[in-house]
């Protein structure tokens, strides 16, 4: 199923959890609140199997938290952001 496009496999499997590209499509509008209910779900069970999305959420969540105190964000957050987009240039979306 795999070789499916996406839009075809959601067709078939609605409340499949997102695959990585879905989840980074789909992930800064999951962290400030703006997806509707199955959307916000099959994120969520992604980013719970997927230790790669599960860090880049956990590393923007970071960024957004010191941007609403105003302070710089946590040096090991802006490390892992920056290896992680270096990961995509070189190795693209899984």
Same mark, same amino acid.
């Given at each position: 199923?795999?070789? #499916? $496009?996406?839009?075809? @496999?959601? @067709?078939?499997? $609605?409340?499949? $959890?997102?695959?990585?590209? +879905? !989840?980074?499509?789909? #992930?800064?509008?999951?962290?400030?609140? +703006?997806?509707?209910?199955?959307? %916000? +779900? *099959? %994120?969520?069970?992604? #980013?719970? %199997?997927? *230790? *790669?999305?599960? #860090?880049?959420? !956990?590393?923007?969540?970071?960024?957004?938290?010191?941007?609403?105190?105003?302070?710089?964000?946590?040096?090991? !957050?802006?490390? @892992?952001?920056?290896?992680?987009?270096?990961?995509? %240039?070189?190795?693209?979306? *899984?």
């Amino acid at each position: 199923m795999d070789a #499916l $496009p996406t839009t075809i @496999r959601r @067709r078939l499997r $609605p409340n499949a $959890p997102a695959n990585c590209r +879905e !989840a980074a499509t789909y #992930l800064q509008a999951y962290l400030d609140g +703006e997806l509707d209910d199955r959307t %916000v +779900e *099959r %994120v969520a069970a992604h #980013l719970e %199997v997927c *230790r *790669r999305c599960g #860090l880049e959420a !956990a590393t923007y969540h970071a960024i957004k938290r010191a941007l609403a105190r105003r302070s710089a964000p946590p040096p090991d !957050a802006l490390t @892992r952001l920056h290896h992680f987009a270096e990961q995509l %240039v070189t190795e693209g979306p *899984r």
